[in-house]
């Protein structure tokens, strides 16, 4: 069976779309993911690693006022994490993810409380988990989650339950 990300960047490539990666408690592993596909060069622009929080404001101008009130572990920090990407790296699809790998608590979240976005030009779509295990295990948990997420709102388009794009 094909994974999540061969089959997005083939429906990026049919689209004729590209897509960055603004990335926190993966550090990297989307855009490894997207990577390893062969003719990702065709659709992927680039990628951050914003693991500061200052970094989320000043890589990828999430509201610093949405940050000192909520903090990074945040579905509103998450999707102007993916419209921060997509807009400063010039590209239609924008993938984020935040939250906490363990093994402990970050001011006052738990291991496992994961936020990922999805920004294309027709929707957005964030989705709050709460995933199982060690830190390995979240972080590729969170990784999972923000493929199948862009896989489905690329390959089918916007459904219920997204917003329209804007921004």
């Not at 779309?17 to 992927?44: C, I, K, N």
């Not at 409380?113 to 709050?128: F, G, I, Q, Y």
């Amino acid at each position: 069976m094909e994974g999540a990300a061969a089959v997005l960047v083939r429906a990026l490539a049919d689209r004729g779309w590209t897509v960055a990666v603004a990335e926190s408690l993966t550090g990297g592993m989307v855009a490894a993911e997207v990577v390893d596909v062969p003719g990702a060069s065709r659709v992927l622009r680039g990628g951050v690693v914003a693991y500061a929080t200052d970094l989320k404001a000043s890589l990828l101008g999430v509201d610093g006022a949405l940050l000192a009130a909520r903090g990074p572990v945040d579905p509103d920090v998450a999707e102007a994490m993916a419209r921060g990407v997509r807009r400063r790296l010039g590209a239609e699809v924008g993938l984020a993810t935040t939250g906490v790998a363990g093994p402990g608590s970050q001011d006052g979240h738990r291991a496992g409380e994961v936020h990922v976005a999805v920004v294309t030009p027709d929707a957005v779509r964030v989705e709050s988990l709460r995933l199982p295990g060690d830190r390995a295990a979240v972080r590729a948990g969170a990784c999972r989650a923000v493929l199948a997420c862009a896989t489905n709102l690329v390959v089918s388009g916007a459904v219920g339950g997204e917003h329209p794009a804007s921004g």
